[in-house]
């Protein structure tokens, strides 16, 4: 989101702060349990404020989750435009989704929770189509190895399942026990994962 100076400033910085701040209490608290109260307050807007971009919790709520949409998609972005082998490709994928986890914390806390916790009253999303865009992101990777002659052509769905399946572990291993985080651990894993994958 870019600045511009005036009023059109003030007014883009309080929607974005009535978006990182309920991200955050979203994050925190789940989405039962924050009130438009508490948002506006620790965003230090009135509730007309949040009102009028938003139209009410769930609208903010929904454009949280279009915020993480295009998070997600810019990523994603960058990787199909990396140059490199398949292998190098999803390296910098897992390196760029843990750069965007870093980046966008609470984020990340918040839509992890909301896939994976209880349904707190959140409203209807299909949060299973983050899953999907990054498996048809492997798999187009993937895809693109095989056309080359890089890499020999098994099931493409096994293929996404392993990859993000190890990438994942290894990113939420790092979130739950920080202290036996290893960022070159999936590098790793990858490479014996592909020593299967090579053509011979």
Do not use: C
């Not at 994050?27 to 109260?37: F, H, N």
């Not at 009253?121 to 095989?146: C, N, T, W």
Request: charge should be negative; proline fraction near 4%.
């Amino acid at each position: 989101m870019q600045n511009t100076n005036g009023r059109g400033s003030l007014e883009n910085n309080s929607r974005e702060r009535l978006l990182e701040t309920a991200t955050e209490l979203f994050a925190e608290k789940g989405y039962a349990a924050t009130s438009v109260r508490e948002i506006v307050e620790r965003a230090g807007v009135s509730k007309p404020v949040l009102y009028y971009y938003f139209k009410s919790k769930e609208g903010l709520f929904y454009a949280i989750l279009e915020w993480a949409a295009e998070v997600q998609q810019d990523i994603l972005n960058e990787i199909f435009e990396a140059p490199g082998t398949v292998k190098d490709r999803f390296i910098f994928l897992y390196r760029r989704v843990q750069e965007g986890i870093r980046e966008y914390q609470s984020l990340y806390i918040m839509i992890h929770g909301l896939i994976f916790g209880p349904p707190q009253g959140v409203p209807e999303y299909d949060f299973a189509s983050y899953q999907r865009h990054m498996l048809d992101a492997v798999k187009r990777i993937y895809a693109d190895g095989v056309s080359s002659g890089e890499i020999r052509h098994i099931d493409a769905d096994e293929v996404a399942f392993l990859v993000l399946a190890l990438l994942d572990f290894s990113l939420n291993m790092d979130v739950v026990l920080p202290e036996l985080a290893d960022p070159q651990r999936p590098e790793r894993l990858l490479q014996l994962a592909f020593q299967g994958l090579n053509k011979r």
